[in-house]
C-alpha cells in the first residue's frame, strides 16, 4: 500500500484546510486509516483514525469538534477535514494505514505540510 497525502498549504488562523490520502490499492475493508501529525521540534502524534469498514471513528481529545476524519471507499481516499485552524495546528501531516489486526501502521505518506499564521 502506497499513500499519497495532498491539501496542505499555509491559511490564517480561523480557517479550514481539508487533507487527502490517496491509496494505491484498496482499503475498503480491513484497514484502518489515520492521521499524525508532527509540529516543529515536537513528537509525531496521533490526530484521528477510521476504520474503512464501519467508518467507526477516533479522535485526539484536543481536536475533537474541529476535526473530520472520513473515507471514500470507491476512491481509496481518506480526507481530513480542519476547521478552526490555529498557529499550534502548524505541523507535518501524514497519512498512514494498517491492517485492523496490527496494531502498529506499516504504511505511511510522505507528509503534506499545513502551517497556520
Known amino acids: 500500500v502506497q499513500l499519497v497525502e495532498s491539501g496542505g498549504g499555509s491559511v490564517q488562523a480561523g480557517g479550514s484546510l481539508r487533507l487527502s490520502c490517496a491509496s494505491s490499492?484498496?482499503?475498503?475493508?480491513?484497514?484502518?486509516m489515520a492521521w499524525f501529525r508532527q509540529p516543529p521540534g515536537k513528537e509525531r502524534e496521533g490526530v484521528a483514525s477510521?476504520?474503512?469498514?464501519?467508518?467507526?471513528?477516533a479522535y485526539a481529545d484536543s481536536l475533537k469538534g474541529r476535526f473530520t476524519i472520513t473515507k471514500d471507499n470507491a476512491k481509496n481516499i481518506a480526507y481530513l477535514q480542519m476547521n478552526s485552524l490555529a498557529p499550534e495546528d502548524t505541523a507535518m501531516y501524514y497519512c498512514a494505514a494498517r491492517l485492523c489486526w496490527l496494531t502498529q501502521y506499516a504504511y505511511w505518506g510522505q507528509g503534506t505540510q499545513v502551517t497556520v499564521s
Open positions: 477510521i476504520y474503512t469498514q464501519n467508518g467507526r471513528t
Open positions: 490499492s484498496s482499503t475498503s475493508n480491513t484497514y484502518y
